[in-house]
Structure formats: C-alpha cells, structure tokens
C-alpha cells in the first residue's frame, strides 16, 4: 500500500479548488435520469428489481450509458468531436511541415528533435521520480493502517466482458480468491445480452453467489465505457474497480487499495495498481511489450504521483470512490481511451490520485495484428483525449495548472505525438545524409548536433526502460537492444491512429485473447526477472494444479 509523504502536502484540496470542483459538479447532472425511469437510484434497489428496469427500459438504460456525459457535460465529451479552429491548426501544421521539409528539412528536423527530446527528457525525469519512490516504498507502506474486516468499506469489482468465452472461467475463479469479506464484495460481469458464448462460460465456471451477470443493452458504441457505465449504475459499492477478462489481480488488492483510501482525503479519487505482464518470453513482442509495461506502472506513474501531475490511469486495476464516479458524469463511452480521459476529467474538476502497491498480472499480446489494433486503440483515445480537453485553451490553463498541463501535453499528448514525429525525423534524417539540404541552402544544421541529440534521446530511452525492469538480468538487455525495432510498429500505430482519427474515431478495435496463450504460458514459463516467481502468479491464478 502506498501513501507517498510527498503526497501529504496535497492531501487536502484547497478551498478554490473545491469550490471550483463544486460548481463544475452542479453543472454537470449525476448519472443519470432519463425520461421516466429514475436511473440514478437504481444502484439502491434490490438485484430483481435492477434486472427488471434494465429488461424493461432497455431503450432508456441504453441512452444513458452512452449519451449521459455528452448529454450533461458536452465540453468534457467526446462525441462532438474536435474544435474548427483545432482542425484548422492541424491542417496548418502539416501543410507548414510540408513546407519547411522542401525550404529547410534540416531546421524542421531540429525542431522535431527538440520536441521528442522534451518528452523523453521529462519522461526520464518521471523515471527517476518513480524510482526513488519505489525505493521508499516500506516506509510508505507503514504509514498506511490495515483495516479489519469490519472497517472495509463495501466494494464493486465491474468486469467488462465481450466475447471472452476463453478466458472470462479463470478470471471468474481469480476473483474467487479475492481476500475481501463476500458480504461487502460485488462482482459484477458485464456482458453483452447478444453474448450468449461468454454467459454459458461464466456459468459453467460456477460462480458464487456475490458475482452475477449484468446483461448489457447491446448497440452502438461497442465499447468498454459503455459497459462500465451500465455496471455504475447498478453498483451498490463504496469503492469501485474495473477488471479485464484476462487479469490476474493479487488476492488483498481490494484491501490495500481501501486503506489508501481511508488513509486519505476525500479528493482522492483514483487509486491505481501496478500492472504486469505474465507471458513475456512467448514471442520478441511479448517482451518488449513487457519492459514497456514496466516503464510505464512501475516508474513513469509512480513519478508522476511523486511529482504531484496526474497521470491517465491504465484501463484495468483502477480503484476508485464509486459517488466521485457518478458526480462526473461515468466514463465516455464514445472515447476509445475512456481511462486516461476519466484521468484528466478527475483532475480538471479538483480530483487526486495515487498509486497503491499491489500487482495486477495481465496478458500480453502475442500477435502483430492485436498489437496493432490495440496500440492504434491507445493512441487514438490519447489524441482525442487531448483534444477533448484543450478545445477552451483559456479555460484548460485554468482548469489543469501548470502540473496539470504537464501530464496532459506530455503524457497524454507526447505519448502518440512521439511516435507521429519519429518516422517524418528518420526521413529527413536520410534525405540529409543523401545530401539533400532544401531549397534554402543557408539555413543547414550541424549534421553533428542533429546525431548527438538522436544518440542521446534514445540512449535516455533505453536507460529507462531497463531500470524499469522488475528485476534486470541479461536477457532484458536484449529485450532493450530491441525497442527500437518495436517501435517502427509503434510509428505503424500511431499513424493509423491519426488516420482512424480524422475517418473513424468511435471505433473500438477489440483485442482478442486466448486461453492457450498468455495465461497458460504465464504459469509455465514466467521468471522471477519478469513475474517475480512463478509460484505467485499460479497462487494468483489458481492455475497450479
């Protein structure tokens, strides 16, 4: 558990902070009303009762879970989209980099450079922060009190599932092992009332009697959020938390994560958990999308936390209070990265977050073509999360702050916007080597400096990714040496992410997940450099037998 002493200066929000968090509330309506049919106190009635409205008034439950937010909050949605005069700035952008490749590539690459390299600089930075944390991690532990059974406040564990009939029996038998009292536990697995292959596979897991299936209105958008948000309105938890299909979540997750909450403020609205990965040497991409995992749980957003800038938290093992949830309207569900937008909305309206000590294992993707879907997913909702909350730049500034900004232009912005740039600086760069200096020969950059900023920028990278590393050992200089080859799919994903951006940006491209893959080799093959023992992830998974 974890409760950094750097965080106790921030413990308290300031009376402007809440005072501006309370009048942004109360301009945004809670989730939700809609027509008729009371939809905010459903999460009070009996199970029966919630069943028969959501089969009753499935038309009105669909609004709600998809149109609620933009429907109360518009300047906070993403179904509106971006801004005329943002997409005049993007048009203005590339037809000026345009330009300035054919006039001087050489100064437009230098400041292309200067861009990627203020990102991996403030990244490396965050890295260091989070790894000092980490090693103070037992003197924050104690400052954290265990609560006794009787203490633990109630809990919802929300478990979006859609066509995970391969694995959504072994997540049921995880959170089976959940060390919290069952009278105060609430799982509920969101599924899809046209998923009829995921419901017979929950059943046939046997679930017990506080895990139940939510059957979610099916149309469109087919997104994650949209499932949430039909979980929220039926969780009767103090606490809430989101699980994928293909996690592994240690057993006293929910306890620790109840601790950091009691030991904190009320403007503390998000805990996360750290996450890992528990297949890495199935493939070359496995590991490196393990060390890239690692980087960003176990060092970038402790750094952040340490640093007091909010981060976007992951997808899964976000622990949060259920009412703050409701108070801002739910998750998006027309944003593809519902997380790290729900992230950012937390903090414009005066909201903390933090991270807890505890681990979450996670399936790695073992095919290109996943990867590709998955990472255009993440960089697209990136993009239009930025977006979404720059369109008032006046009312960003004031919303944010200067921290605030720094998590929202750096790590949301600079994640996809590295990835966008590096390819059009490895074109220049060859065009400069074969001897191409523009049309204006005068203005030329010192090829010398142009490399010593590339050798240093990605040197930093490296660097941080190996610290990032559980527990380094030889093979993970390896898995390092090969980023740079990862990341020419990263350039593929990013770009397709803009493109899917401007032709189709509610579409959710889902990842697949197999049984026979990352979750059996996570038990046969995981090393103490990766897992930290394989005997702890099969405890967790219950898959030693």
């Not at 039909?230 to 699980?243: D, K, M, R, S």
Request: proline letters at 5%.
């Amino acid at each position: 558990m974890t409760l950094p002493s750097e965080e106790l200066s921030v413990a308290t929000a300031s009376a402007s902070a809440s005072d501006s968090r309370n009048a942004a509330l109360s301009a945004s309506p809670r989730l939700a009303t809609t027509g008729t049919v009371d939809l905010a106190g459903l999460h009070s009635l009996p199970v029966w009762q919630q069943n028969q409205v959501f089969a009753d008034s499935e038309a009105e439950v669909a609004h709600a879970i998809v149109h609620d937010l933009a429907d109360n909050n518009p300047e906070m949605a993403a179904r509106y989209g971006i801004r005329g005069w943002q997409k005049l700035a993007g048009l203005s952008s590339a037809a000026f980099g345009v330009i300035a490749a054919l006039l001087a590539p050489s100064v437009l690459l230098l400041a292309l450079l200067g861009i990627t390299s203020g990102i991996v600089l403030i990244t490396f930075i965050l890295s260091v922060a989070g790894l000092l944390r980490s090693r103070a991690g037992s003197a924050r532990r104690q400052l954290v009190p265990e609560l006794a059974d009787e203490q633990l406040p109630t809990y919802t564990v929300l478990v979006p599932a859609y066509r995970e009939e391969e694995v959504i029996g072994a997540m049921v038998k995880c959170l089976a092992k959940l060390d919290y009292p069952p009278q105060r536990l609430e799982v509920l697995l969101l599924v899809e009332r046209g998923d009829i292959g995921t419901q017979r596979a929950i059943a046939a897991a046997g679930p017990p009697a506080y895990m139940r299936v939510l059957q979610v209105p099916s149309g469109p958008p087919r997104t994650k959020p949209r499932s949430c948000n039909a979980g929220l309105l039926v969780a009767n938890g103090e606490l809430l938390t989101i699980f994928d299909a293909e996690d592994r979540p240690e057993p006293d997750q929910l306890r620790r994560a109840a601790a950091v909450f009691a030991a904190n403020s009320t403007d503390l609205a998000c805990v996360q958990a750290e996450l890992r990965t528990g297949n890495e040497r199935t493939n070359l991409l496995t590991h490196c999308f393990g060390v890239e995992y690692a980087l960003r749980s176990r060092l970038i957003l402790p750094g952040l936390v340490a640093l007091g800038v909010p981060f976007p938290p992951c997808g899964t093992s976000n622990h949060f209070r259920t009412q703050v949830v409701r108070d801002v309207g739910g998750w998006d569900a027309w944003n593809v990265s519902e997380d790290a937008d729900l992230g950012m909305r937390l903090h414009a309206l005066g909201y903390r977050m933090t991270t807890v000590d505890s681990v979450t294992f996670t399936d790695a993707t073992d095919r290109l073509r996943d990867w590709i879907w998955q990472r255009t997913r993440w960089h697209k909702g990136y993009l239009l999360t930025a977006l979404i909350h720059t369109r008032a730049p006046l009312d960003t500034v004031q919303r944010f702050g200067v921290r605030g900004l720094v998590g929202l232009m750096t790590v949301v912005l600079g994640t996809p916007l590295q990835f966008l740039v590096q390819p059009v600086i490895s074109a220049l760069g060859i065009s400069g080597s074969l001897g191409f200096r523009g049309l204006i020969h005068a203005v030329y950059a010192d090829t010398n400096v142009i490399s010593a900023i590339q050798f240093a920028t990605l040197l930093i990278w490296l660097i941080a990714a190996y610290l990032a590393c559980v527990k380094p050992r030889r093979i993970h200089l390896l898995v390092v040496a090969a980023l740079p080859v990862y990341w020419l799919a990263h350039w593929f994903a990013a770009w397709r992410a803009l493109y899917q951006l401007v032709t189709a940006p509610f579409v959710w491209e889902k990842t697949a997940h197999h049984a026979n893959g990352a979750t059996e080799s996570a038990t046969v093959t995981a090393s103490p450099g990766h897992c930290e023992s394989t005997s702890r992830l099969t405890g967790i998974c219950g898959h030693g037998n």
